[in-house]
T-cell receptor, first 115, second 113 residues
Framework: GAVVSQHPSRVICKSGTSVKIECRSL??????MFWYRQFPKQSLMLMAT?????????EQGVEKDKFLINHASLTLSTLTVTSAHPEDSSFYIC???????????FGSGTRLTVV | GESVGLHLPTLSVQEGDNSIINCAYS??????FIWYKQESGKGPQFIID?????DKRQGQRVTVLLNKTVKHLSLQIAATQPGDSAVYFC????????????FGAGTRLAVHP
C-alpha cells in the first residue's frame, strides 16, 4: 500500500534556529501534500497545502514566511520552521493523496521541541 | 488554520462492550468522510470511510453512520478491545480545490479490562 515517510521523528532545536521536516511518498507520486500541526490533546490543524511545482497554499492565520514549504518533486515535500520559538513546539504531520479518488496517507509525524 | 482546537473528551468503556463515538462536521457540502485512529506519538491511521451518497458502511468490527440532515457522523466499534484505546478523529473532505481534509475535535477512547 501507499507509504509516506516523514523525517525526523523527533527534533530538539534551540530558539531562533530553523528546522526542516521532510515528507516522502515512497511508492506513489504525490501531486499534493498537506501539512498539519497538532498541539497536545488537540486535533490536527491544517497549516498548508503543498503542490508540486507551485507555491503552497496556507490556511488563514498561518505565517507563510515562518513555515516555508517546498514541493520540488512528486515524491518530496519539506516544511521548514524558521526562527523557531518555544511556542512552535508541536507535533507536525504530513499527508499525501486525496487526488483522483486516492485515499490520504499520513506520515508518522515529527515531534518538534524548541528550547 | 481550520479545525477545532478543543481538549479531547474521553469515552470510557469496558472490554467487550460496544463503543459509539460521535462527531459533528461543519460543511453540509462535504461529500466524503473518514474516521481515523491515532495512538500517542503516531500519525493518524485510517479506519473506515463513507461517501455522502451512503448513510451506513460496515467494516471489520466497525460501522460508520452518516446523518446529513444534522451533519453528524458516528463510529461504532463492536466488542471493544484494549488495543482500541486511542484517540479517534472524524475528518471531512473540504469542498473546493486540492481536496483538503479537515479534522474534527476528536475523542479519546479508554478501554478498561
Amino acid at each position: 500500500g501507499a507509504v509516506v515517510s516523514q523525517h525526523p521523528s523527533r527534533v530538539i532545536c534551540k530558539s531562533g534556529t530553523s528546522v526542516k521536516i521532510e515528507c516522502r511518498s515512497l511508492d506513489f507520486q504525490a501531486t499534493t501534500m498537506f501539512w498539519y500541526r497538532q498541539f497536545p490533546k488537540q486535533s490536527l490543524m491544517l497549516m498548508a497545502t503543498s503542490n508540486e511545482g507551485s507555491k503552497a497554499t496556507y490556511e488563514q492565520g498561518v505565517e507563510k514566511d515562518k513555515f516555508l514549504i517546498n514541493h520540488a518533486s512528486l515524491t518530496l515535500s519539506t516544511l521548514t520552521v524558521t526562527s523557531a520559538h518555544p511556542e512552535d513546539s508541536s507535533f507536525y504531520i504530513c499527508s499525501a493523496g486525496g487526488q483522483g479518488g486516492r485515499g490520504y496517507t499520513f506520515g508518522s509525524g515529527t515531534r518538534l521541541t524548541v528550547v | 488554520g481550520e479545525s477545532v482546537g478543543l481538549h479531547l473528551p474521553t469515552l470510557s468503556v469496558q472490554e467487550g462492550d460496544n463503543s459509539i463515538i460521535n462527531c459533528a462536521y461543519s460543511n453540509s457540502a462535504s461529500d466524503y468522510f473518514i474516521w481515523y485512529k491515532q495512538e500517542s506519538g503516531k500519525g493518524p491511521q485510517f479506519i473506515i470511510d463513507i461517501r455522502s451518497n451512503m448513510d451506513k458502511r460496515q467494516g471489520q468490527r466497525v460501522t460508520v453512520l452518516l446523518n446529513k440532515t444534522v451533519k453528524h457522523l458516528s463510529l461504532q466499534i463492536a466488542a471493544t478491545q484494549p488495543g482500541d484505546s486511542a484517540v479517534y478523529f472524524c475528518a471531512e473532505k473540504s469542498e473546493g480545490g486540492y481536496n483538503k481534509l479537515i479534522f474534527g475535535a476528536g475523542t479519546r477512547l479508554a478501554v478498561h479490562p
